[in-house]
C-alpha cells in the first residue's frame, strides 16, 4: 500500500503542477465562453439575481445559474480578477480529489481509491486553464456514482435523495448530461422501489425541487419558454446541426472509442480503444463468471446508458456534452488492480500515466507559445485593456470592441476589469467621447475578410484616420481619436449598444 501511496502522492503533484501553468504565469485560455461567464457573474456580483446560466446549443434554451455562483465567491475574493479564480480551480480539483479518495475507498477499496487519483488529475490537465460549466458536472459524476452504488447495497433514503440532488445538480451545471443523468438515476431509483417495496423512498424525489427550481421559476415568468424550446426540439421544429440517425449511431460510436474515455488524449486518443476493449473483455469475463458486481452493472448503465439516450438529440456530441461521463471509465479501470494479473495491470496504469505525461509536457510548450500572443490569451487582453487606460490625459473616453463573431466578450471583460484598475478613468461602451478608442480583434486565419474594414466607417460612423495606432502581440490593434464637437453628434449605430444578450 505504501508503493501505490507513494505513486499516487508523486504523479499527482505532477499533474497539478501541469494543470497550474497557466495561472502559474498568470494566464489563462480566456475564450468567448469563459468571459461571457465572468461577465455573468460581474452581473450577479453587483446584485443582479439571476435564474438562468449560459445557453445551451437549442434556440430558447439555458443551462442553470449554478456554474455561475458556484464560481462567485473566488470572484468577490479576487475582486473580479481572472487569475484568483483559476487558483480556485486549480484549489477545487485538489480538494474533490481528495474527497473522492473518501468517498471511493468506501465504495471500492482504499487502492482503487488511490489509484483513480492520478488518472482523474492527468484527464483534467488539458482543461484546467479554461474550467466552464460542464466541468461542474464532470466533478459531481463519480459522486452520482458512488452514492447510487450506496443505495443499491443499504436501500436506505439518504442515499437516493443524495443520488437524486447530484443528478439534478449536475443538470443545473451542463444539460447535455444532466438530463440523461436525471432520468437513468430516476429510472433506476424506481426499479429498486418496485423491487424492494420500499414506496416511501418516492418521497425523495421531492429534492429535486431545490436544482430545478430556477428553471421552474424562469418558466413561469417567460411562458414557459425553456419548456416549448425542448417540445420543439424533439418535434423536429428546431432541426438546428441535426443529422441523420445512421450518422448519429456512427457518431456516438465513433466518440465513446475515442475521447470519450477519458484515458488518453491528442496523438495518443487511438489507444482509449485498446483501454476500452480491455474493460470490455474483463467486464464480460465477469459476467460470465457470475461475477457481475454492481459497481460494473451501474458503470455500464449510465455510461452506456447516456449514449443510448443520447440518440434523442438531433446533432453530434460535442466534447462539453461526454465531457463529464470520462471520470467513470478510470474510476472502472482503476478498481481492475485486483481483477487481472497485476504486471498486465500496472503496465497498462503506468502507459497511461507516462501518455499523460507527455501531453502535459506538450500542455507547457503550447502555453509558452500561446502566453500573451493569442488573441484568447488573458495577459494579453488585459495589455490591451492596461495600455488603453494609461494612454489617456482625461477622465472619460468612448471605447468601440470589433470582433469578428460581433460579441466581444473577451475583450469587454478585459476593459471591466481594466476599469478596477483604474478608477479615475471612465469607460463608456460604444459611446463617442472626446477621445475615443477603436479596438480590433484579429480575423481568424481561415477568413481573413473577418478584419473589420468597413466597421468604422458603417456602425461607428467615424470617418477619419486615427491619430495614434498600437499594434500588440496578440494581434489586436488600438486606434485612438480626437473627435471634434460635430463628430460627437453622429450617433453610432445602435446595434453596437450590445453587452451580452447572447448568453
Do not use: C
Request: net charge positive; charged share 15%; no cysteine.
Amino acid at each position: 500500500m505504501k508503493k501505490i501511496l507513494f505513486i499516487t502522492i508523486f504523479f499527482s503533484i505532477i499533474f497539478v503542477f501541469f494543470s497550474s501553468w497557466f495561472v502559474i504565469n498568470k494566464d489563462l485560455i480566456f475564450h468567448t465562453d469563459i468571459a461571457r461567464d465572468f461577465l455573468l457573474i460581474d452581473e450577479i456580483a453587483n446584485k443582479k439575481i439571476t435564474l438562468i446560466g449560459p445557453r445551451a446549443d437549442w434556440k430558447g434554451l439555458f443551462h442553470g445559474p449554478l456554474w455561475l455562483y458556484f464560481n462567485l465567491p473566488a470572484f468577490l475574493i479576487g475582486q473580479g480578477n481572472p487569475i484568483i479564480v483559476a487558483w480556485y480551480w486549480i484549489f477545487i480539483l485538489i480538494l474533490f480529489s481528495i474527497f473522492y479518495y473518501l468517498a471511493i475507498k468506501k465504495v471500492f477499496d482504499k487502492k482503487t481509491a488511490l489509484l483513480f487519483i492520478p488518472l482523474f488529475l492527468s484527464s483534467m490537465v488539458t482543461f484546467s486553464s479554461n474550467f466552464y460549466n460542464p466541468i461542474g458536472a464532470l466533478l459531481l459524476m463519480p459522486l452520482l456514482y458512488v452514492l447510487i452504488i450506496k443505495y443499491q447495497k443499504t436501500n436506505k433514503m439518504l442515499f437516493l435523495a443524495l443520488s437524486l440532488l447530484i443528478s439534478g445538480l449536475m443538470f443545473q451545471f451542463q444539460l447535455a448530461v444532466g438530463g440523461p443523468m436525471l432520468i437513468l438515476t430516476s429510472l433506476y431509483a424506481l426499479y429498486q422501489i418496485i423491487k424492494n417495496k420500499t414506496p416511501k423512498h418516492l418521497l425523495a424525489f421531492l429534492i429535486l425541487f431545490i436544482p430545478l427550481s430556477t428553471f421552474i421559476l424562469f418558466d413561469l415568468r417567460h411562458d414557459f419558454m425553456q419548456f416549448r424550446a425542448v417540445i420543439n426540439h424533439f418535434n423536429g421544429v428546431e432541426k438546428y446541426n441535426s443529422i441523420s440517425l445512421i450518422d448519429k449511431i456512427t457518431n456516438r460510436i465513433g466518440t465513446i472509442t475515442n475521447q470519450g474515455l477519458g484515458f488518453f488524449k491528442d496523438k495518443f486518443s487511438f489507444l482509449n480503444l485498446v483501454i476500452g476493449s480491455l474493460i470490455s473483455i474483463i467486464i464480460s469475463y465477469l459476467f460470465y463468471k457470475k461475477k457481475f458486481k454492481t459497481e460494473y452493472f451501474l458503470f455500464l448503465y449510465f455510461f452506456v446508458g447516456f449514449y443510448i439516450l443520447s440518440i434523442f438529440y438531433q446533432g453530434v456530441l460535442l466534447i462539453h456534452y461526454y465531457l463529464p461521463l470520462t471520470p467513470l471509465p478510470l474510476l472502472v479501470f482503476s478498481s481492475f488492480n485486483e481483477k487481472i494479473n497485476k504486471k498486465i495491470f500496472y503496465i497498462f496504469y503506468l502507459i497511461i500515466i507516462f501518455a499523460n505525461i507527455f501531453t502535459g509536457l506538450k500542455q507547457i510548450s503550447f502555453a509558452n507559445k500561446y502566453i500573451g500572443k493569442d488573441k484568447t490569451s488573458w495577459s494579453g487582453l488585459l495589455n490591451v485593456a492596461k495600455t488603453t487606460y494609461t494612454n489617456l490625459d482625461r477622465s472619460e473616453f468612448g471605447l468601440y470592441l470589433y470582433a469578428p463573431d460581433m460579441y466581444g466578450y473577451s475583450q469587454k471583460y478585459a476593459f471591466l476589469y481594466g476599469q478596477t484598475l483604474y478608477p479615475n478613468k471612465k469607460m463608456v461602451f460604444s459611446q463617442k467621447r472626446n477621445i475615443t478608442f477603436l479596438i480590433y480583434e484579429p480575423a481568424p486565419q481561415s477568413m481573413p475578410w473577418l478584419d473589420g474594414s468597413g466597421w468604422k466607417s458603417g456602425l461607428v460612423k467615424i470617418d477619419k484616420e486615427p491619430i495614434q495606432t498600437i499594434k500588440f502581440p496578440n494581434g489586436f490593434r488600438m486606434e485612438k481619436y480626437i473627435l471634434t464637437d460635430e463628430e460627437l453628434t453622429i450617433q453610432s449605430d445602435s446595434i453596437l449598444n450590445d453587452w451580452v444578450s447572447q448568453r
